[in-house]
């Protein structure tokens, strides 16, 4: 008998300690600048989509040497049929004057399902894949907003910087945006729609219900079409004439590309990510003296004097650093940043880049090509006239201080 009481008072005792541990030891949250990179995502041009939000553990813009931490698992991707997903605590909204709200900070999906056929636009300034999206997207707005089409872009941003709302306004100036944009700079709306790539659109129907996605850039014609396809729907089901619509044509401000014939792959500097690198240890912080090798091998870049590895960015620390990068592509973009004026002279295959093969950044004098770095944002380096090939770049830093995130390819 007593040692029958004795086991229920052990086995008391452990159901209380159990109960404890549920239910009054804290749980984890998670920070959205510790969400880390994955190998399973793709580079930008591989499939004409950029990576899930960079990994950042806390201040590294301040140059923070914290261990990148794992990335939580994304829920599974919407299907079609599977029902909206409201956004969830947004940090802030844009361009929603015209949407006739009493408190456009209260914008919401919902208020507009039953009414709209929903066009979700995931994108991020720094992505130079989701901002060729912006001609069809304006476009779209133009033709089938007052026909019930409600586009809605949802900024997720790739790097720290992009978390200023100032940042997202002068980006939807310049690519002329007129459709409400909402900021999740914790990611939740983006995990909430188990989104791992920019840009990424889906098409929500009069009923809600998620009717097409497609994940990057490209497939312009059978997004429109499916525009078309559920407008109609909504017209039939709100007792509206049936508009009948012209097949899909390009805008005429949209940029052309190619994604079979483009070999070379968004690369990443900092090392949070930085492990395609030619000449330098990868995935590590901390600063590093290099050389140039003999060999430069393609789609990798090589550093030539004294640079500084951060969790974003690859820093020079002295002047006359210089890198070299062999692509394979037609357009070259980068992700630039400095505080102070930087020149970079630039050189294609030995020589000055020319009018027909420079992007709009670039200027020339005395028979060199160059461009000059202030702020932070892309820089347009080359736009080839004569279609895409392989050669190689080469930037001679004329100045220290020069921070550089990515370079792309289109």
């Known amino acids: 008998m007593a040692l029958s009481k004795r086991n229920i008072i052990i086995s008391g005792l452990l159901l209380l300690l159990v109960i404890g541990v549920i239910f009054f030891v804290p749980k984890k949250t998670t920070n959205p600048s510790e969400l880390a990179t994955t190998d399973t995502v793709p580079a930008e041009n591989a499939d004409s989509s950029s990576e899930i939000p960079l990994a950042e553990a806390g201040g590294v813009l301040g140059g923070s040497k914290t261990a990148v931490k794992s990335a939580p698992t994304p829920a599974p991707l919407p299907q079609s049929g599977k029902m909206y997903k409201d956004f969830i605590r947004p940090t802030g909204f844009a361009n929603t004057a015209f949407l006739g709200l009493l408190n456009t900070e209260a914008f919401t999906l919902t208020q507009f399902v039953g009414q709209k056929v929903i066009l ?27 026909d019930g089409l409600l586009i809605v872009s949802i900024h997720a941003p790739r790097f720290l910087y992009e978390q200023s709302k100032s940042v997202v306004d002068a980006t939807l100036f310049l690519q002329n945006a007129l459709y409400p944009v909402v900021l999740d700079n914790n990611y939740e709306t983006w995990r909430a729609y188990g989104n791992t790539v920019w840009p990424h659109q889906y098409l929500i129907d009069i009923n809600g219900r998620i009717a097409y996605d497609h994940p990057g850039e490209g497939a312009y014609t059978a997004t429109e079409l499916k525009i078309q396809e559920l407008l109609g729907e909504r017209a039939q089901k709100l007792g509206l004439p049936r508009e009948t619509y012209a097949p899909p044509v390009p805008p005429k401000d949209a940029v052309s590309i190619d994604l079979a014939r483009i070999k070379s792959p968004e690369t990443y500097f900092g090392s949070a990510r930085n492990n ?31 640079w500084g590895f951060s969790k974003e960015y690859a820093l020079n620390l002295v002047t006359g650093t210089a890198l070299r990068y062999q692509y394979s592509a037609k357009l070259v973009h980068m992700v630039l940043s400095s505080e ?7 050189l294609r295959d030995g020589a000055a880049l020319s009018i027909e093969s420079a992007g709009k950044d670039v200027r020339f004098e005395k028979g060199e090509s160059y461009f000059f770095i202030s702020g932070t944002r892309i820089y347009d380096i080359v736009n080839d006239q004569a279609g895409y090939g392989q050669h190689t770049l080469e930037f001679i830093i004329q100045d220290s201080g020069l921070k550089i995130y990515t370079i792309t390819f289109g």
């Open 120 to 146: 979700i636009n995931f994108w991020t300034t720094s992505a130079s894949n989701a901002l060729r999206m912006f001609p069809y997207l304006n476009a779209w707005h133009t033709k089938y907003k007052d």
């Open 276 to 306: 395609t690198l030619g000449n330098a240890v990868p995935l590590k912080d901390g600063n590093q003296d290099l050389e140039y090798p003999a060999i430069v091998l393609p789609n990798a870049p090589y550093f030539n004097g004294s």
């Open 340 to 346: 102070k004026l930087i020149r970079v002279k630039v």
